[in-house]
Protein backbone atom coordinates (compact mmCIF):
# COMPACT_ATOMS: atom_id res chain seq x y z
CA UNK A 1 0.00 0.00 0.00
CA UNK A 2 1.50 3.53 -0.83
CA UNK A 3 1.21 5.51 1.78
CA UNK A 4 2.81 8.76 -0.28
CA UNK A 5 0.55 11.50 -1.66
CA UNK A 6 -1.24 10.72 -4.06
CA UNK A 7 -3.01 12.86 -7.10
CA UNK A 8 -6.25 10.83 -6.82
CA UNK A 9 -8.10 8.26 -4.32
CA UNK A 10 -11.25 7.22 -5.29
CA UNK A 11 -13.68 5.99 -2.90
CA UNK A 12 -16.34 3.40 -4.46
CA UNK A 13 -15.40 1.14 -7.05
CA UNK A 14 -19.11 0.77 -8.84
CA UNK A 15 -19.38 1.90 -12.45
CA UNK A 16 -19.17 5.26 -11.46
CA UNK A 17 -15.82 5.08 -9.60
CA UNK A 18 -14.42 2.61 -11.78
CA UNK A 19 -14.91 4.86 -14.78
CA UNK A 20 -13.30 7.38 -12.84
CA UNK A 21 -9.95 4.90 -12.05
CA UNK A 22 -10.00 3.76 -16.13
CA UNK A 23 -10.05 7.51 -16.98
CA UNK A 24 -7.30 8.48 -14.11
CA UNK A 25 -5.30 5.22 -15.65
CA UNK A 26 -5.00 7.10 -18.89
CA UNK A 27 -4.19 9.81 -17.68
CA UNK A 28 -1.34 8.47 -15.60
CA UNK A 29 -2.21 9.73 -12.25
CA UNK A 30 -1.11 8.31 -9.12
CA UNK A 31 -4.72 7.08 -8.01
CA UNK A 32 -6.01 4.37 -5.34
CA UNK A 33 -9.55 3.05 -5.68
CA UNK A 34 -10.65 1.70 -2.11
CA UNK A 35 -13.65 -0.77 -2.92
CA UNK A 36 -15.91 -1.95 -0.42
CA UNK A 37 -17.47 -4.02 -3.42
CA UNK A 38 -21.20 -4.11 -2.49
CA UNK A 39 -22.66 -2.13 -5.63
CA UNK A 40 -25.69 -1.68 -4.78
CA UNK A 41 -27.57 -3.91 -8.18
CA UNK A 42 -25.89 -7.16 -6.82
CA UNK A 43 -29.74 -7.90 -5.67
CA UNK A 44 -30.35 -8.42 -9.72
CA UNK A 45 -29.86 -11.34 -11.86
CA UNK A 46 -29.09 -8.76 -14.98
CA UNK A 47 -28.44 -5.43 -15.24
CA UNK A 48 -29.62 -3.92 -17.94
CA UNK A 49 -29.25 -0.94 -20.81
CA UNK A 50 -25.83 -0.21 -20.65
CA UNK A 51 -24.18 -0.41 -23.77
CA UNK A 52 -22.44 -3.95 -25.06
CA UNK A 53 -23.10 -5.41 -21.90
CA UNK A 54 -27.24 -5.62 -21.88
CA UNK A 55 -28.30 -8.43 -19.45
CA UNK A 56 -24.97 -9.02 -17.95
CA UNK A 57 -24.61 -9.80 -14.29
CA UNK A 58 -23.87 -6.71 -12.13
CA UNK A 59 -20.74 -8.62 -10.59
CA UNK A 60 -19.71 -9.70 -14.30
CA UNK A 61 -20.03 -5.97 -15.38
CA UNK A 62 -17.68 -5.07 -12.66
CA UNK A 63 -15.13 -7.82 -13.08
CA UNK A 64 -14.39 -6.98 -16.43
CA UNK A 65 -14.10 -3.15 -15.45
CA UNK A 66 -11.41 -4.39 -12.36
CA UNK A 67 -9.42 -6.40 -14.83
CA UNK A 68 -9.18 -4.12 -17.71
CA UNK A 69 -7.85 -1.94 -14.77
CA UNK A 70 -5.22 -4.32 -14.42
CA UNK A 71 -3.66 -2.81 -17.69
CA UNK A 72 -2.96 1.11 -15.92
CA UNK A 73 0.21 1.03 -13.33
CA UNK A 74 -0.56 3.89 -11.85
CA UNK A 75 -4.08 2.99 -10.48
CA UNK A 76 -4.01 0.89 -7.56
CA UNK A 77 -6.72 -1.16 -6.59
CA UNK A 78 -7.51 -1.78 -3.05
CA UNK A 79 -10.28 -3.93 -1.79
CA UNK A 80 -11.07 -2.37 1.33
CA UNK A 81 -13.62 -0.10 3.87
CA UNK A 82 -12.58 3.53 4.29
CA UNK A 83 -13.81 4.13 7.45
CA UNK A 84 -12.86 7.99 8.10
CA UNK A 85 -11.96 10.79 5.39
CA UNK A 86 -10.46 14.36 6.81
CA UNK A 87 -9.22 17.31 5.35
CA UNK A 88 -5.38 17.74 5.84
CA UNK A 89 -3.09 20.32 4.19
CA UNK A 90 -2.58 20.01 0.25
CA UNK A 91 -5.89 17.74 0.28
CA UNK A 92 -7.46 14.87 1.93
CA UNK A 93 -6.60 11.53 3.99
CA UNK A 94 -7.84 8.72 3.91
CA UNK A 95 -7.92 6.05 6.64
CA UNK A 96 -9.09 2.39 5.60
CA UNK A 97 -11.11 -0.64 8.12
CA UNK A 98 -7.51 -1.96 8.11
CA UNK A 99 -6.47 1.01 9.46
CA UNK A 100 -4.40 2.31 6.16
CA UNK A 101 -4.18 5.78 6.24
CA UNK A 102 -3.55 7.49 2.52
CA UNK A 103 -3.26 11.39 1.33
CA UNK A 104 -4.21 12.90 -1.71
CA UNK A 105 -4.93 16.31 -3.25
CA UNK A 106 -8.29 15.20 -5.32
CA UNK A 107 -10.60 12.55 -3.71
CA UNK A 108 -13.90 11.47 -5.51
CA UNK A 109 -16.53 9.50 -3.42
CA UNK A 110 -18.57 7.41 -5.31
CA UNK A 111 -19.99 4.84 -2.51
CA UNK A 112 -23.65 5.18 -4.52
CA UNK A 113 -26.60 4.95 -2.49
CA UNK A 114 -28.48 1.77 -0.26
CA UNK A 115 -31.88 0.53 -0.25
CA UNK A 116 -33.54 0.65 3.06
CA UNK A 117 -36.20 -1.82 1.97
CA UNK A 118 -37.85 -2.12 5.49
CA UNK A 119 -38.78 1.69 5.09
CA UNK A 120 -41.19 0.57 2.35
CA UNK A 121 -43.53 -1.32 4.74
CA UNK A 122 -43.86 -3.83 2.26
CA UNK A 123 -43.75 -7.55 3.59
CA UNK A 124 -42.22 -9.80 1.38
CA UNK A 125 -40.22 -7.16 -0.59
CA UNK A 126 -36.86 -9.07 0.33
CA UNK A 127 -38.00 -11.77 -1.72
CA UNK A 128 -38.77 -10.30 -4.87
CA UNK A 129 -36.70 -7.19 -5.08
CA UNK A 130 -34.95 -7.50 -7.90
CA UNK A 131 -36.07 -10.42 -9.19
CA UNK A 132 -39.53 -9.16 -10.24
CA UNK A 133 -39.92 -6.21 -7.89
CA UNK A 134 -37.58 -3.14 -9.14
CA UNK A 135 -37.13 0.54 -8.62
CA UNK A 136 -36.33 1.34 -12.26
CA UNK A 137 -38.65 0.64 -15.44
CA UNK A 138 -35.80 1.69 -17.78
CA UNK A 139 -33.64 -1.12 -15.99
CA UNK A 140 -36.19 -3.92 -16.05
CA UNK A 141 -39.46 -2.82 -17.78
CA UNK A 142 -38.72 -4.53 -20.71
CA UNK A 143 -38.65 -7.91 -19.14
CA UNK A 144 -42.11 -7.41 -17.79
CA UNK A 145 -43.71 -6.08 -20.85
CA UNK A 146 -47.57 -6.67 -20.78
CA UNK A 147 -47.58 -8.25 -17.56
CA UNK A 148 -49.90 -7.31 -14.72
CA UNK A 149 -47.94 -4.76 -12.65
CA UNK A 150 -48.09 -3.46 -9.89
CA UNK A 151 -47.12 0.39 -8.66
CA UNK A 152 -45.96 0.67 -5.18
CA UNK A 153 -45.76 3.94 -4.01
CA UNK A 154 -47.61 7.27 -3.26
CA UNK A 155 -45.47 10.68 -4.16
CA UNK A 156 -45.67 10.93 -7.97
CA UNK A 157 -47.96 8.66 -8.85
CA UNK A 158 -49.10 11.16 -11.49
CA UNK A 159 -45.77 11.00 -13.23
CA UNK A 160 -44.86 7.58 -13.16
CA UNK A 161 -47.67 5.62 -13.99
CA UNK A 162 -48.41 7.59 -17.22
CA UNK A 163 -44.63 6.23 -18.00
CA UNK A 164 -45.13 2.48 -16.48
CA UNK A 165 -48.19 2.64 -19.43
CA UNK A 166 -45.17 2.63 -22.05
CA UNK A 167 -44.92 -1.03 -20.78
CA UNK A 168 -48.04 -2.42 -20.19
CA UNK A 169 -51.82 -1.42 -19.58
CA UNK A 170 -52.44 -3.87 -16.97
CA UNK A 171 -51.49 -1.66 -13.66
CA UNK A 172 -52.78 -1.31 -10.30
CA UNK A 173 -51.53 1.38 -8.48
CA UNK A 174 -50.91 0.02 -4.11
CA UNK A 175 -50.57 3.45 -2.17
CA UNK A 176 -50.09 0.81 1.04
CA UNK A 177 -52.69 2.78 3.92
CA UNK A 178 -52.67 6.33 2.07
CA UNK A 179 -55.41 8.03 0.55
CA UNK A 180 -54.36 9.30 -2.83
CA UNK A 181 -56.03 13.04 -3.78
CA UNK A 182 -59.37 12.33 -5.05
CA UNK A 183 -58.76 14.45 -8.63
CA UNK A 184 -55.55 12.23 -8.96
CA UNK A 185 -58.20 9.13 -8.19
CA UNK A 186 -60.39 10.08 -10.38
CA UNK A 187 -57.87 10.33 -13.15
CA UNK A 188 -56.23 7.26 -13.08
CA UNK A 189 -59.19 5.16 -12.75
CA UNK A 190 -60.47 7.21 -16.01
CA UNK A 191 -57.31 5.91 -17.51
CA UNK A 192 -58.13 2.60 -16.54
CA UNK A 193 -55.70 2.20 -13.97
CA UNK A 194 -57.33 0.65 -10.46
CA UNK A 195 -56.17 2.10 -6.80
CA UNK A 196 -56.01 0.22 -4.13
CA UNK A 197 -55.56 2.34 -1.13
CA UNK A 198 -55.49 -0.38 1.92
CA UNK A 199 -52.25 -1.42 3.33
CA UNK A 200 -50.31 -4.25 2.04
CA UNK A 201 -50.44 -6.90 4.18
CA UNK A 202 -47.97 -9.55 2.50
CA UNK A 203 -46.23 -10.05 -1.22
CA UNK A 204 -46.97 -13.57 -2.43
CA UNK A 205 -43.83 -15.16 -4.34
CA UNK A 206 -42.70 -18.13 -6.21
CA UNK A 207 -39.00 -18.35 -6.29
CA UNK A 208 -39.00 -14.47 -6.57
CA UNK A 209 -41.63 -14.08 -9.19
CA UNK A 210 -44.68 -11.93 -7.36
CA UNK A 211 -47.64 -13.66 -7.95
CA UNK A 212 -50.67 -12.38 -5.32
CA UNK A 213 -50.59 -8.51 -3.42
CA UNK A 214 -52.69 -9.59 -0.45
CA UNK A 215 -54.25 -6.05 1.83
CA UNK A 216 -55.18 -6.02 4.77
CA UNK A 217 -58.66 -7.27 4.90
CA UNK A 218 -57.80 -10.42 3.31
CA UNK A 219 -58.26 -9.36 -0.31
CA UNK A 220 -55.75 -10.66 -2.83
CA UNK A 221 -54.70 -9.00 -6.68
CA UNK A 222 -53.06 -11.13 -8.84
CA UNK A 223 -49.97 -9.72 -10.34
CA UNK A 224 -47.09 -10.57 -11.83
CA UNK A 225 -43.98 -7.94 -11.15
CA UNK A 226 -44.00 -4.45 -9.55
CA UNK A 227 -41.95 -1.29 -9.41
CA UNK A 228 -41.65 0.88 -6.22
CA UNK A 229 -42.35 4.50 -6.80
CA UNK A 230 -41.35 6.19 -3.30
CA UNK A 231 -37.55 6.57 -2.22
CA UNK A 232 -36.41 4.86 0.14
CA UNK A 233 -32.99 4.87 -0.22
CA UNK A 234 -30.21 7.17 1.64
CA UNK A 235 -26.50 8.16 0.80
CA UNK A 236 -24.05 4.97 1.79
CA UNK A 237 -21.69 7.04 3.43
CA UNK A 238 -21.51 10.40 4.98
CA UNK A 239 -18.03 11.39 4.44
CA UNK A 240 -19.08 14.57 1.79
CA UNK A 241 -21.21 15.90 4.63
CA UNK A 242 -18.82 15.18 7.54
CA UNK A 243 -16.01 17.25 5.38
CA UNK A 244 -18.79 20.09 5.35
CA UNK A 245 -20.04 20.14 1.68
CA UNK A 246 -23.08 22.49 0.98
CA UNK A 247 -25.94 20.97 -0.81
CA UNK A 248 -26.93 23.54 -3.75
CA UNK A 249 -30.28 22.66 -5.43
CA UNK A 250 -29.12 23.54 -9.13
CA UNK A 251 -29.98 19.90 -10.90
CA UNK A 252 -33.28 19.25 -13.49
CA UNK A 253 -34.75 17.24 -11.27
CA UNK A 254 -34.65 20.42 -8.48
CA UNK A 255 -33.57 18.29 -5.83
CA UNK A 256 -30.92 19.46 -3.57
CA UNK A 257 -27.57 18.01 -4.72
CA UNK A 258 -24.06 18.74 -3.19
CA UNK A 259 -21.94 18.45 -6.85
CA UNK A 260 -22.66 19.87 -10.25
CA UNK A 261 -22.45 17.22 -13.51
CA UNK A 262 -18.99 17.21 -13.06
CA UNK A 263 -18.94 16.10 -9.69
CA UNK A 264 -17.77 19.09 -8.12
CA UNK A 265 -18.49 19.90 -4.50
CA UNK A 266 -18.06 23.29 -2.63
CA UNK A 267 -14.74 22.25 -1.09
CA UNK A 268 -12.00 22.40 -3.85
CA UNK A 269 -10.24 18.72 -4.61
CA UNK A 270 -13.72 16.99 -3.34
CA UNK A 271 -15.85 15.48 -5.96
CA UNK A 272 -18.91 13.64 -5.63
CA UNK A 273 -20.21 11.61 -8.88
CA UNK A 274 -23.02 8.74 -9.61
CA UNK A 275 -25.71 7.51 -6.98
CA UNK A 276 -23.68 9.47 -4.58
CA UNK A 277 -24.39 12.96 -6.26
CA UNK A 278 -27.96 11.92 -7.53
CA UNK A 279 -28.98 9.35 -5.34
CA UNK A 280 -30.15 6.52 -8.63
CA UNK A 281 -28.14 7.44 -11.99
CA UNK A 282 -27.95 4.41 -13.44
CA UNK A 283 -24.88 2.47 -14.69
CA UNK A 284 -24.23 4.31 -17.86
CA UNK A 285 -25.19 7.75 -16.37
CA UNK A 286 -22.60 6.64 -13.48
CA UNK A 287 -19.91 5.67 -15.81
CA UNK A 288 -20.01 9.06 -17.52
CA UNK A 289 -19.96 10.70 -14.43
CA UNK A 290 -17.12 9.04 -13.67
CA UNK A 291 -14.94 9.78 -16.39
CA UNK A 292 -16.28 13.22 -17.17
CA UNK A 293 -14.99 14.23 -13.33
CA UNK A 294 -11.14 12.73 -14.00
CA UNK A 295 -11.07 14.76 -17.27
CA UNK A 296 -12.18 17.79 -15.02
CA UNK A 297 -9.11 16.81 -12.62
CA UNK A 298 -7.00 15.87 -14.97
CA UNK A 299 -7.30 19.72 -16.87
CA UNK A 300 -6.40 21.26 -13.40
CA UNK A 301 -3.67 18.99 -12.02
CA UNK A 302 -1.76 19.57 -15.94
CA UNK A 303 -2.56 23.53 -15.51
CA UNK A 304 -1.14 23.41 -11.65
CA UNK A 305 1.93 21.30 -13.29
CA UNK A 306 2.24 23.85 -16.10
CA UNK A 307 2.25 26.83 -13.93
CA UNK A 308 4.94 25.77 -11.57
CA UNK A 309 7.64 24.90 -14.43
CA UNK A 310 6.95 28.18 -15.55
CA UNK A 311 7.59 29.83 -11.77
CA UNK A 312 10.41 27.51 -11.71
CA UNK A 313 12.26 28.60 -15.18
CA UNK A 314 10.99 32.32 -14.94
C1 LIG B 1 -32.57 -3.57 -7.89
C2 LIG B 1 -31.79 -2.62 -8.75
C3 LIG B 1 -31.67 -2.86 -10.12
C4 LIG B 1 -30.98 -1.98 -10.93
N1 LIG B 1 -30.85 -2.27 -12.24
C5 LIG B 1 -30.19 -1.43 -13.04
C6 LIG B 1 -30.05 -1.71 -14.44
O1 LIG B 1 -30.52 -2.73 -14.94
N2 LIG B 1 -29.43 -0.78 -15.21
C7 LIG B 1 -28.91 0.39 -14.69
O2 LIG B 1 -28.36 1.19 -15.45
N3 LIG B 1 -28.99 0.66 -13.37
C8 LIG B 1 -29.62 -0.22 -12.54
N4 LIG B 1 -29.70 0.04 -11.20
C9 LIG B 1 -29.10 1.29 -10.68
C10 LIG B 1 -27.57 1.09 -10.52
O3 LIG B 1 -27.32 -0.04 -9.72
C11 LIG B 1 -26.94 2.31 -9.88
O4 LIG B 1 -27.45 3.52 -10.43
C12 LIG B 1 -25.42 2.24 -10.10
O5 LIG B 1 -24.92 1.05 -9.50
C13 LIG B 1 -24.73 3.46 -9.49
O6 LIG B 1 -23.35 3.29 -9.57
P1 LIG B 1 -22.37 3.90 -8.47
O7 LIG B 1 -21.00 3.55 -8.92
O8 LIG B 1 -22.70 5.32 -8.24
O9 LIG B 1 -22.75 3.13 -7.10
P2 LIG B 1 -22.67 1.57 -6.74
O10 LIG B 1 -22.79 0.72 -7.95
O11 LIG B 1 -23.64 1.33 -5.63
O12 LIG B 1 -21.18 1.39 -6.19
C14 LIG B 1 -20.78 1.98 -4.98
C15 LIG B 1 -19.54 1.23 -4.50
O13 LIG B 1 -18.99 1.94 -3.39
C16 LIG B 1 -18.56 0.98 -2.44
N5 LIG B 1 -18.51 1.62 -1.11
C17 LIG B 1 -19.54 2.10 -0.36
N6 LIG B 1 -19.09 2.59 0.81
C18 LIG B 1 -17.75 2.40 0.79
C19 LIG B 1 -16.70 2.70 1.71
N7 LIG B 1 -16.94 3.28 2.90
N8 LIG B 1 -15.44 2.36 1.40
C20 LIG B 1 -15.15 1.76 0.19
N9 LIG B 1 -16.10 1.48 -0.72
C21 LIG B 1 -17.38 1.79 -0.42
C22 LIG B 1 -19.59 -0.12 -2.51
O14 LIG B 1 -19.07 -1.33 -1.96
C23 LIG B 1 -19.84 -0.19 -4.02
O15 LIG B 1 -18.97 -1.11 -4.63
C24 LIG B 1 -30.39 -0.82 -10.36
C25 LIG B 1 -30.50 -0.57 -8.99
C26 LIG B 1 -31.19 -1.45 -8.20
C27 LIG B 1 -31.29 -1.18 -6.73
Redesign the pocket.
Known amino acids: MNSDHNDLII?????????AALIAGRTRLKTVL????????L??T?????LTRDGVH?SEL?AIAKEQLQRYPSVQYVA????AVDRIDRGFSVT??QGTILRTSRLII??????HLERLNLPGIESV??KSV???P???GYEHADEAIAVFGFEAIQHFVPMMRLWSNDIVVFSNGRPLDTALKAELTDHGVAVEEAPVDQLMSDNGKLTQVVLQGGRSIPRQSGFVVDDY?SP??H?AESLGVVANDNNSWNMPVMANESGTTSIPGLYL?????IG????????S??GFCVEMIAHDIAMERWNSLSEVTR
Not at 34 to 41: F, S, V
Not at 273 to 277: F, M, Y
Not at 280 to 287: K, L, P, Q, T
Open positions: IGGGPAGQSINAETPRNVTASHGFPLDQVETSATGHRDYGYPCFCDSATFIGDARFSGIAAAAEG
